[in-house]
């Protein structure tokens, strides 16, 4: 952690923006890559910068920037997934895909998985594994309790295992 940073929260004010972005920045793409896809995620990401930007000034607890952080951009992904649902999908060139059938290497089917599972436990598991977030910060970001938080993280891997055989799910490697 950044001494700027830590001195700041110690002190109880907020920290420079541009120094929070640095820390928190790198697990916060991954966050994102991981709940939209490698193809959306620095959408994902800018977007939960700029807002996280417009509101810097209504942080009240500097120890808790990280969990805000996490919560926007949770909420951001839940808007792309939104809007790719709503968006219609173009349809690739049957005849280019047949010919190039590579298999897609292992992370990214594991997370293709992990962007299929259901809101919550998407969310947990990323929050979890690409944010290194506690239980108790999911729980936070996710607006929900401890357990829950838990149990959220407990079904996405147990659901995971269940499609995936349980050498591919102990924990998901990050994007």
Known sequence: MSSVVT???????????????????????????????PERAEDCFQ????????????????????????SIAARKAIDV????????????????VAGSAEPAPRDDALWARVRALP???????????????SHAEIALVMATSEPAARRNVF???????EELGPSHVHPPPAV
Do not use: I, N
């Not at 997934?81 to 280019?96: M, T």
């Open 81 to 96: 997934h939104r809007a790719r649902a709503r968006a219609p999908e173009p349809v690739p060139d049957v005849a280019a």
């Open 119 to 133: 809101d919550k436990q998407r969310q947990a598991v990323g929050l979890r594994f690409l944010g290194d977030l």
């Open 155 to 161: 079904e996405g891997l147990k659901r995971l295992r």
């Open 7 to 37: 001195r700041a929260r110690r002190a109880g004010v907020r920290p420079p923006f541009e120094r929070v972005v640095e820390e928190h920045g790198p697990a916060l793409l991954r966050f994102c890559a991981a709940q939209v896809g």
């Open 47 to 70: 977007e939960a910068m700029l807002a996280a930007l417009r509101a810097y000034d209504t942080v009240r607890d500097p120890g808790a920037v990280r969990a805000w952080l996490f």
